[in-house]
């Protein structure tokens, strides 16, 4: 392998990883403040067709995001209702979630399938930091969206450990009762990171029919959204690991791509199973590691809370 | 005066209500649980630089008034009057802010925290980005001028228990409380932790503070007390002044009887070992070591207390015993065989029976009813079962009758045992263990929380096990009832044996030496 096609590679991992960071971000919040959100994939499906729908009536892609954002924290704001106010179980509420937005997904955009979209986001080189060997034309020779995910996870890695804000987060997924007892209300930082990773999911989502394929069809996140839930194991609740861990996962999909218009002789179903594999394998090993380091989830993460229950 | 021109008695009520500036008043209050009257139209106030105690059995409504009062539970009838003016907590952060601070029955604590990051949880006078460094010397001087000495920078999971309750009271003091509640502080404290307490609430109160401690010991009652208020099945009976408060007046308000304590030793005690670690040593769960050489012997009808503070190897010397807990070295035998590695479903069929630390968590099953948790040993028995199935009749016969003889206070069979009081639960899971007709028994804290009613109940049914010439060992932190119950006393500090003393010989400076880690006294 050459290093162009190398290089090419690389830049690809980071397309590829920015739709499953943007998600692990939000479900990154949403279980730091205990509320487990397995509708990743839903919202993401929910956020991309919206996100298209909206970019191809206005030829204007950030419209098409903001939308998608929209919509991912509405569907999010359901979960929040279930399983906050309503206290329902945070695993089936998820997973009625990600059915729902399948569906729901491919019901609005039946008629979009396959459309072209004529404006989607470019690459734009940054000047003087793509010049840098390497990392340049992987990491500053992007779009728009990847330039906005790194900021995002240092704003989110700042809010989470070094802000008053991202102090009352943690507690909230911790022990909310404890929270609550010093004056924090757990039930409102609790819907709103919902809501937030929610909103960051639908972004992922609508990145994936702007930018990465960028078109419409049925199922179009075809499981990124499970891996974004894996990977906030992964990234151990940290954003700043959740950045490496997606281009991970995104150089495993840009690898199976290469190898295939390489005509490198291995089945192509093989190719397109190895990130489901890799997470899997991932999961184990994670979580032997954390089980030794004793990184454990969120106290609370999964369990309702309720003021006046023993 | 305005006062003045009022109707004589009007103006003696107004001038009695300036004169006694209540810091707190809670008028009628009336709290209702499904099923449960908690509070029925209760009274209580607390005056400036006063110590209040609030006394009752297990279940009066001493920690549902005082959630009231701090804002976590909305009262359904009733009026709280903080300084003179009517007050609604919508939350904990409103009473706050009233100035009141309340430290839990459980710890409200976040245990992956830093003892500054939960002090300073939900203040929102510091500034938004955080700069610890600051904050922590800040409480490192503020700690200091209150006398309670915290590291604001240590974790808390690394916190024995005294050192967190010292931060739950500095969380309240640094929010600016002047009303402090202590719901049962010294529960889980040793005498010298509970003396320190003391005299920390004493200065808190001569500053000018309210401070209400709730306690089940009439002894601590009668030391700090200026006023006492008791509360009976979710009623306040009586307040009482500093001169009125004695004990037996104190214990027939509670109950509405006498309470007699009596204590009958052993006089025949076995000769058979039931019991006997060798050189135990085992790993704690933070992977250091737990246990270090432990060996001593359990007989036949004999009480076998273990003193020490809590989290000096208790849990795991338990946890040992019943294999709940791989050991490193040494070996465990029980009746002469030798069971280290047994599984607790061996240790059960050797008539082993554990009575844990944790009755919610690990003794009983928290959502299901009575008849599950009391079955749950037996259920494999040939005599409950019906092929494949479980006998319901039989079960549910059998449960009657121990609720019955274990006089346990339970609405239905059905209903999850969570809802029980501290006192029926302890009855609940000394009821199935005892019912197995064990050789051994080892009983963790067996009275923790429990009013004086309910632990002479349990003692009763200790020794009355014990007469049966089962082996007990109890494990205990409160020396009282070590002294009371056992028949030798070994104590155990930092995962050691330090002592062992027969309990006719024993002295409560001696014991409290040896806690703290001086070995003296030989074996015997
Ligand atoms: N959150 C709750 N939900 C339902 N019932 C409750 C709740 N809290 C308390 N109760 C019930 O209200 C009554 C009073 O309980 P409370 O905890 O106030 O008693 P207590 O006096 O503090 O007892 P203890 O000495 O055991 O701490 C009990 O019957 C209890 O079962
Ligand atoms: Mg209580």
Known sequence: ?310 | MLADALPATIAKGLKESMSNSYLVELKNITKKFPGVIANDKVNFNVKKGEIHALLGENGSGKSTLMSILSGLYRPDEGEIIINGTRMVFKSPRHAISAGIGMVHQHFKLIDSFSVAENVILGDDRIPRVLNMKEIEKNLAQLSLRYGLHINPASMVWQLSVGEKQRVEIVKMLYRGSQVLILDEPTAVLTPQETDELFRNIKEMAKSGRGIVVITHKLHEVEQIADRVTVLRKGNSVATLERDQINRQELARLMVGQEITTQCKRNTRPGTQKVLELQNVSCLNDLGLSGLKNITFEVHSGEIFGIAGVAGNGQRELAEVIYGLRKINSGSILVNGTNITGYSPRQMIDCGVALVPEDRLGTGLIPNLGTIDNLILKDYRKEKMNRGPFINWQKAKQKVSRLVDSFEVKVSSLEAPVKLLSGGNLQRLLLAREISSKPQLLIAVYPVRGLDIKATEAIHELLMGQREKGTAILLISEDLDEICKLSDRIGVLSNGSITGIISSDQADINEIGLLMMGETGAEAI
């Open chain 1, 1 to 310: 392998m050459n290093h162009d096609i190398f290089i090419a590679i690389l830049a690809t991992a980071v397309t590829a990883g920015t739709p499953i960071l943007y998600a692990a971000l939000g479900e990154i919040l949403t279980e730091r403040a205990g509320i487990l959100n397995l509708g990743v994939e839903g919202m993401m499906l929910v956020g991309a067709v919206c996100g298209f729908i909206i970019a191809l009536n206005t030829a204007n892609p950030w419209y098409g995001i903001l939308i998608a954002m929209l919509a991912g924290g509405a569907v999010a704001l359901i979960h929040a209702l279930l399983t906050i106010t309503l206290k329902a179980n945070q695993v089936v509420s998820g997973l009625a979630l990600t059915m729902f937005g399948t569906g729901l997904s491919g019901y609005i955009g039946k008629s979009y399938v396959g459309m072209p979209l004529p404006a989607p986001f470019h690459k734009i080189a940054l000047p003087g930091l793509s010049n840098i060997p390497v990392i340049g034309p992987v990491f500053f020779n992007q779009d728009p969206m990847v330039y906005l995910s790194y900021i995002l996870v240092a704003a989110l890695w700042f809010l989470t450990f070094k802000t008053r804000s991202g102090l009352h987060l943690r507690a909230v997924g911790e022990n909310p009762a404890a929270a609550d007892s010093m004056g924090v209300n757990a039930f409102q930082i609790r819907y709103i990171y919902v809501v937030i990773g929610g909103m960051l999911a639908g972004i992922g989502g609508a990145y994936l029919s702007l930018y990465y394929v960028p078109s419409w069809m049925e199922n179009i996140t075809a499981g990124r959204g499970w891996i974004a839930v894996a990977l906030v194991i992964f990234a151990t609740w940290n954003p700043v690991n959740a950045l490496w861990g997606s281009y991970l996962f995104g150089g495993i999909d840009a690898l199976g791509f290469r190898l295939q218009t390489l005509n490198v002789n291995v089945s192509p179903y093989f190719l397109k199973m190895l990130p489901y594999i890799f997470t899997v394998v991932v999961l184990v090993l994670v979580t032997k590691r954390n089980m030794v380091k004793r990184i454990g989830s969120p106290q609370a993460l999964g369990l309702p809370y309720d003021r006046e229950e023993r």
